[in-house]
């Protein structure tokens, strides 16, 4: 039974309207976004559910949910609702709320979120081997996907030694603001 929270909901949906400037009290449940996801069979709730839970107020669950961070912002739900909602923004600002929140989520798809906007926030660009290395430690999996990663190293796609990107230090600035103005409260 989906527990309804009159507050939390009104909250929600002034927020999303305030930072991502989309409606989720408009969508009616066509079902548009989820048949178009490519990565839905990764999700534990379709875009349209997600949208139905933020406009009863169950933002905690979304937050933790694999479908806001296995979404990989390919934009056919956007462009596929026919109430305009831009259910990917929603998805990329919940993610970044997740993180700023540090809020557990599965299979380490937080740690990967994490780690990569630091490394972009660091480099300016993502360092790839670098990123890669973090990541499996962190997962405590050092040997990950290491037979895909070995070959493309020494065919020189990716770069072995992190190179700092033209406007590195302005991306760290950018992100640590982002990062401040994710942190929700109620
Ligand atoms: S396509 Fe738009 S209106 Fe339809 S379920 Fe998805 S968000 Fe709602
Ligand atoms: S942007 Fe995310 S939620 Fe939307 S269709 Fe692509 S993967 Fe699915």
Redesign the pocket.
């Known amino acids: 039974m989906i527990r309804y929270n009159a507050v939390e909901a009104a909250s929600i949906r002034e927020k999303l309207v305030e930072r991502v400037k989309t409606d989720v009290a408009t969508c009616y449940q066509c079902g548009n ?1 989820s048949a ?5 069979f990764t999700f534990d709730y379709a ?1 349209n559910q997600v949208m139905r839970m933020l406009q009863v107020g169950l933002v905690d669950d979304v937050l933790k949910s694999s ?1 806001v961070q296995n ?8 462009a596929r609702c026919p109430r305009n909602i831009d ?2 923004g929603i ?1 990329e600002d919940l993610k970044t709320v997740a993180v700023a929140k540090k809020i557990a989520v599965p299979e380490h798809a937080s740690t990967f979120n994490r780690l990569f906007l630091e490394n972009i926030a660091k480099y300016g660009q993502l360092t790839e081997a670098m990123f890669l290395v973090k990541f499996n430690m962190a997962a405590r999996k050092p040997m990950n996907d290491a037979d895909l990663g070995m070959p493309m190293m020494s065919k020189g796609k990716i770069e072995v030694l992190p190179k700092k990107a033209k406007g590195a230090d302005e991306v760290g600035r950018i992100y640590r603001k982002a990062m401040e103005k994710a942190k929700w409260h109620g």
């Open positions: 976004c178009g996801c490519p990565a839905a875009p479908a979404c990989i912002q390919c934009l056919t739900c956007t259910i990917a998805f």
